[in-house]
Structure formats: structure tokens, C-alpha cells
């Protein structure tokens, strides 16, 4: 592990990181919108838990193939893109009702926790930028000459996970917060989520037409 001012900085560097819109925040913020902050934080979950294949996978070397390989990672890509690209249109086309507001976090979820949970993994685990961007950041902070570079790998990447999930959490209590207190009402809701859609959508487009890394292309 680093010293402690490596740590520290490590530490700030990932919650500042974290504090930057993405798509883990929109699922977040508009799961929370909807169904309250418990609903948003199953959702930290499940996108913590899809970081965490990410970490134990680039910490034994398999996130490096993909990092190296130009077709693993166009695989991957792809596959990310296609399930990013469902969820935003599953969130433009759905016909449920929201739930009545102001009381977001009495209501029932119009959508089941474990499937809020299930989505928020996949997004995480079939999108190939996560790994790479673990492998781009957290050995920054690992000395050359560690004796285990993996165990460091591993426990630089839980403990990013572990203060990006409590971050996670601050934004789904901060979405339900504003639910109550704004009152929105249903029609407005509705455009939230379809909102939310598009920008998911946008993602996996975005995803499906970024570059392989440049170690992975091909030399001619």
C-alpha cells in the first residue's frame, strides 16, 4: 500500500472522481427520483458490486487482456453498448405510472429491487471503460517495486469502491431529498425518466464508437 500521503491523495482523487456525473449517477439520481432513496441506493449496490468484478479481475490480469486485446475489448464494448443502449429504451418506453409524491420514500418501487440491482451491475460489468479506467488510475499510486503489486491492486480498488459506494448513497438520499421537497408531480416524473432514457442511450452509443486502446490496435 502507498504511504500516507499517497493515500490521502488517492482517497481525495477518487471522491472527486466520484462526485462527476456519469452514468452510474443518472441511474442512481433517477431510480432515487422515482422510488425513493432506498430504490437509488440498491442501485449504488448493484453498480458497486459490478465495479468489484472489474477490480478482482484487473488485480489476477484479466482486465489487462482485455486492455490489450483489440477484440476482447470490441467484444465487451459492444455487448456494453447493446445493454446500455436496452436500459435507456426500456426507460423511454415504459407505460408505468410513477409513484405519487411528495411521500417518494413511502411509495411502492414501480420497479422490483433486484432487477434495479441487476441492471445497475451489468451496466458496470459489461462496460470495458471501467476497467480500463482502473487500470489507467489505480497503479498510479502502487510503487514499482511492490512486493505484491496485485494485493495492492486489490486494496486500492476496494477502497475506491468502498468511499465511491457512500458517495453513491449521498446522491440517491440528495435525489429522494429534492423529490419530496420540490413535489414533483407525475407527468414530471415521467419526463425524468425519459430523460434518463436518452441519456443512457447517448452512453451506449457513446460506448460502441469509442477506440480500442492504443496498445490493443493493430501494427501495420
Not at 431510480?31 to 432513496?37: K, P, Q, V
Not at 449521498?170 to 413535489?183: D, I, K, L, N, S
Not at 414530471?188 to 442511450?201: C, H, Q, Y
Request: charged letters at 10%.
Amino acid at each position: 500500500m502507498p504511504d500516507t500521503p499517497a493515500l490521502l491523495t488517492f482517497i481525495a482523487a477518487g471522491f472527486l472522481l466520484n462526485l462527476t456525473p456519469g452514468p452510474d449517477v443518472f441511474y442512481i439520481v433517477s431510480h432515487a427520483l422515482r422510488s425513493g432513496a432506498r430504490a437509488g441506493m440498491v442501485a449504488a449496490l448493484g453498480i458497486t458490486a459490478g465495479c468489484c468484478v472489474h477490480i478482482v479481475a484487473a488485480a489476477v490480469g484479466v482486465s489487462a487482456l482485455v486492455a490489450a486485446s483489440a477484440t476482447a475489448f470490441t467484444v465487451l464494448k459492444w455487448v456494453g453498448a447493446a445493454y446500455l443502449v436496452y436500459v435507456g429504451a426500456s426507460m423511454l418506453l415504459s407505460r408505468s405510472k410513477a409513484p405519487a409524491l411528495p411521500d417518494v420514500a413511502a411509495s411502492t418501487p414501480p420497479v422490483a429491487l433486484w432487477t434495479v440491482f441487476r441492471r445497475g451491475f451489468l451496466t458496470n460489468t459489461l462496460n470495458p471503460k471501467v476497467a480500463l479506467f482502473f487500470l489507467a488510475f489505480v497503479p498510479q499510486f502502487i510503487a514499482h517495486d511492490a512486493p505484491h503489486p496485485s494485493l495492492a491492486f486489490l486494496g486500492l480498488g476496494l477502497l475506491f469502491n468502498f468511499n465511491a459506494l457512500w458517495v453513491n448513497f449521498g446522491w440517491a438520499h440528495a435525489a429522494a431529498w429534492m423529490a419530496r421537497r420540490v413535489g414533483f408531480v407525475s407527468r414530471g416524473m415521467r419526463w425524468l425518466e425519459r430523460v434518463a432514457g436518452a441519456i443512457f442511450i447517448a452512453f451506449g452509443i457513446q460506448l460502441a464508437l469509442a477506440d480500442a486502446p492504443a496498445l490493443a490496435r493493430p501494427q501495420h
